[in-house]
């Protein structure tokens, strides 16, 4: 049939859906929240595929169980049966009319994964992988994708945050890259890189299933939980039950990196460790101006940097503090840092010079923090939480360590405004040390959100322009 602009079976919606569709990358997690379009994205590329390559597409499509294949069944007819592609109900098979082939298979163990061994399959896809506690089954289907035609082999796996498998998938494809969309690289034993991504996609993304079903939303706030409700709406893999911190929203608080501008305030703040990591973290302050096309409160800390001791390769926890010294100057370059605060413990004398003084030596020299820690957790919790939902914290999505470890601090069954001492805190420690340094306040006055500069109009804009102006931004630096 001719191509008259009328008869298109499928297309790609804009957005994560079509960034999906186009990525090349052979390892995907497409991922996020509930009704993001996750698995209507992977069929229509699949039927893409089995046009373009004909019978050299060979696909399988897996969810645990095969009575969870239903709905998706039924939605694979609406789009390949108008492509000439034919059902065969009992061996639950597409054929395409160029040969291609997709199947709907159930895989429920690693037994189940080892029947494809040998199999050329070009593409696998592995339906709510969240539901695998173990990703010992998917990672073994690596070992069936290959091509004797030339067909770029993919595997893909769609997750929503929750379930068995929330923590390694978490750990596997988030934490690298907590707002995704980019690649990333693991080294393989011969030396040769495995690639994969992170593609997010949020309900809000599906427009199609917005403007059919627009209660769809209204009905995930119905579904449990504050904490459910956030993850299968927002999409966010750090919401954890119990968070002590449990105004943190991925969505707002980790923001792209972009180039700080050179007079803002810079300053740094650490905690110390020795049997346990340090952290380092550098923090700007936003001056209330447009950065590009973005608008930040006056007053606000972006974290830019950090260096988590954990993660020195070769050396364990065990890096002389002279060397943390040197690899602090080395990262800060030509920065100007107008102060650094530091742990009180970093002025303990033990037989010996201070960690404190050590680093002073070394021309790194820090002031001692306020180490309250339920002001301070205050101070944390009322910059995350800004005013009327703009932040005043955020974090560069390349401060991994921080982004991994504040949404996952929990309260102290002791002392609830406190949080576990127990945990993973190094990096939250000096967040809030860096907090302190700049405390903060809520003003009646409602702040400016964050906005392009075409989004304002010409009043805003002349009154951001204007000094006077400046208290409405809430907060003081």
């Not at 800390?301 to 943390?324: C, F, H, M, T």
């Not at 703009?390 to 609830?416: G, K, S, W």
């Amino acid at each position: 049939m001719p191509f008259d602009g009328r008869n298109i079976v499928w297309a790609p919606q804009a957005g994560p859906q079509k960034a999906f569709f186009d990525c090349p990358v052979g390892d995907i997690l497409f991922g996020g929240s509930r009704g993001g379009g996750k698995s209507d994205g992977i069929l229509g590329k699949y039927g893409a595929k089995a046009e373009r390559y004909g019978r050299g597409f060979n696909g399988v499509f897996f969810r645990k169980e095969m009575p969870q294949q239903d709905d998706l069944v039924e939605r694979s007819k609406e789009i390949f049966l108008p492509l000439g592609a034919e059902w065969i109900e009992y061996k639950k098979t597409f054929n395409f009319a160029g040969g291609g082939r997709l199947r709907f298979r159930p895989l429920e163990s690693l037994a189940d994964a080892e029947k494809y061994q040998g199999q050329n399959l070009t593409d696998a896809a592995v339906e709510e992988a969240g539901n695998y506690e173990d990703p010992a089954p998917l990672d073994r289907l690596h070992g069936a994708l290959r091509s004797v035609h030339g067909v770029p082999v993919q595997l893909v796996l769609t997750a929503n945050p929750g379930g068995p498998g929330h923590q390694w998938i978490k750990r596997r494809y988030i934490d690298p890259a907590p707002l995704g969309m980019k690649i990333l690289t693991r080294e393989l034993p011969n030396g040769r890189q495995h690639r994969y991504i992170y593609i997010p996609s949020r309900v809000q993304d599906n427009a199609a299933l917005l403007s059919r079903d627009p209660g769809y939303i209204d009905r995930l706030y119905l579904v449990g939980s504050v904490e459910l409700v956030k993850a299968w709406l927002e999409g966010d893999w750090n919401v954890i039950a119990g968070a002590f911190f449990d105004c943190w929203s991925t969505g707002k608080h980790v923001i792209r990196p972009f180039a700080i501008p050179p007079h803002w305030l810079r300053f740094g703040s650490f905690d110390w460790g020795s049997a346990k990591p340090f952290s380092m973290g550098w923090w700007a302050v936003s001056d209330g101006n447009f950065v590009g096309d973005r608008l930040f409160p006056t007053g606000a800390l972006i974290r830019y940097r950090e260096w988590y001791g954990a993660s020195e390769p070769n050396v364990g926890l065990k890096l002389p503090v002279a060397d943390i010294a040197h690899g602090i100057r080395k990262l800060e370059g030509d920065e100007t840092i107008s102060y650094r605060v530091a742990d009180p413990a970093c002025w303990k004398v033990d037989g010996g010079p201070s960690h404190a003084e050590t680093m002073a030596k070394e021309k790194v020299i820090f002031r001692r923090a306020d180490n309250s820690r339920v002001a301070g957790w205050e101070q944390v919790r009322g910059r995350l939480m800004g005013h009327d939902g703009v932040p005043m914290l955020y974090t560069f999505d390349t401060c991994r360590d921080l982004i991994r470890t504040l949404p996952a601090l929990q309260h102290d069954e002791h002392r609830a405004e406190d949080v576990d001492s127990d945990a993973e805190d190094h990096a939250p420690d000096e967040a809030r040390y860096a907090c302190m340094s700049r405390p903060w306040t809520r003003h009646l006055d409602v702040p400016l959100p964050i906005r392009s500069a075409a989004e304002m109009t010409i009043d805003e804009a002349w009154k951001h322009a204007d000094p006077r102006h400046d208290r409405r931004m809430g907060g003081r630096i």
